[in-house]
């Protein structure tokens, strides 16, 4: 079963314009099934495959002859030696638009090889897993606490069958023993997979790097290079403060955040809608998911805005959303009926933006139905997250 994509007009409108287009994200994001269904008449070649990425890596100019453009190459990031060649290829005919799609789920030695022979040639498109919005299209009864804890790997919804827990258990596996061994040299993927469970417990706080790696039992420089590959990898967000002026108040310190909150549950224990209904973590997790979703909306459909979030000695705002000088505050709570107290914490801090600036201001919430909470606060559902970041 194919669920359609959010982001497929930007693939396609970007392969359109640009020689090369680039599609990135974590592993188990659906980049390649994505391409080789808006592009059907591209061949197909993965890296995978170390015979390919042997030739890929040894004796490109080979390896394009027989994968002359239009072309698909999967995995990209096992041969770094062939964008020297791609670029050659490319300038010869700079006319021919996406005559090559690049998967890769590495951006560490990916994006340095963009950026040092492609520059100008390509374009890149970061791919996350699916929206709620997304995943209603195969299970329409989905509810966002059930949606929350399965995650948003598409296999869980073009396979419905498929159990979440022990899928989610096999791609932290598979996480550890690929991509972590690529990135960096870790003595015991034991100690890293504490790291990465601990790192979970901490998802929608702010980030604090030192407290992080004593609880482990790490230094403080392997913890940041621990935290790098997390974030390389795709599997944490880091969510900055936002800054107007130099106000000495407002905290600096960015705050952390799991990219998937159906892996950020698992990590944290929470298996089952039940589970997520009594768990402490809940409100924490409810917040990764609408994270999440917006950044879903600003890689794809809706781009050319910043999402931060505020926070000073007596105000806060979970998210502040601002485009051209226009600026929409919320907060995502978990419960299904926010109340009219909840409203004045956004509104403080609307007071402290330039007047006139504030479009929105809304509580994210398991409501299923939008409703005004106050004259100027609404509560919103999960459904409605798209609206709310973006103004539409």
């Known amino acids: 079963m194919w669920i359609e994509r959010h982001v497929e007009p930007l693939l396609t409108q970007r392969a359109s314009t640009r020689p090369v287009v680039v599609v990135t994200g974590a592993r188990q994001t659906g980049k390649t099934s994505l391409v080789r269904r808006l592009f059907p008449k591209h061949s197909f070649v993965t890296l995978d495959l170390p015979s390919e990425a042997e030739q890929a890596e040894s004796d490109p100019g080979s390896f394009l002859a027989r994968h002359p453009p239009p072309v698909i190459v999967d995995e990209v990031q096992y041969a770094p030696g062939l964008f020297r060649h791609l670029k050659a290829v490319v300038d010869g005919r700079r006319d021919r638009f996406g005559a090559f799609i690049l998967t890769g789920s590495q951006p560490f030695a990916l994006m340095r090889s963009v950026s040092e022979s492609l520059a100008g040639r390509a374009d890149i498109v970061q791919l996350e897993a699916l929206s709620y919005a997304e995943a209603k299209a195969s299970l329409p009864e989905l509810k966002p606490e059930e949606f929350l804890v399965r995650g948003g790997f598409p296999e869980l919804y073009g396979q419905p069958q498929v159990e979440s827990r022990g899928f989610l258990q096999s791609y932290v596996a598979t996480y550890l023993e690929r991509d972590l061994r690529q990135l960096l040299q870790v003595a015991s993927l034991r100690d890293y997979e504490r790291f990465l469970r601990a790192a979970a417990l901490r998802t929608a706080q702010l980030l604090n790097q030192a407290d992080l790696a004593r609880d482990v039992g790490i230094s403080g420089s392997t913890a940041g290079a621990w935290l790098s590959a997390l974030d390389a990898s795709h599997q944490i967000a880091l969510l900055e403060p936002w800054f107007s002026n130099a106000t000495a108040s407002l905290v600096k310190r960015p705050k952390l955040y799991i990219r998937d909150a159906g892996l950020a549950a ?122 709310t970041f973006t103004g539409s």
């Open 266 to 387: 698992f990590l944290c224990g929470v298996h089952s809608a039940d589970d997520l209904r009594s768990s402490p973590l809940a409100g924490a997790l409810w917040e990764t998911l609408v994270c999440a979703e917006g950044r879903r909306l600003q890689l794809g459909r809706h781009g050319g805005w910043q999402m931060n979030f505020w926070r000073d000695r007596s105000r806060e705002a979970d998210f502040l959303i601002h485009r051209g000088g226009r600026f929409h505050l919320a907060d995502a709570k978990w419960t299904q009926t926010p109340r009219r107290r909840d409203a004045p914490a956004l509104s403080k801090v609307a007071a402290m933006l330039p007047p006139g600036s504030v479009a929105s201001l809304s509580i994210i919430c398991r409501t299923p139905n939008a409703y005004p909470l106050t004259e100027k606060v609404a509560a919103v559902p999960l459904d409605g997250v798209a609206d």
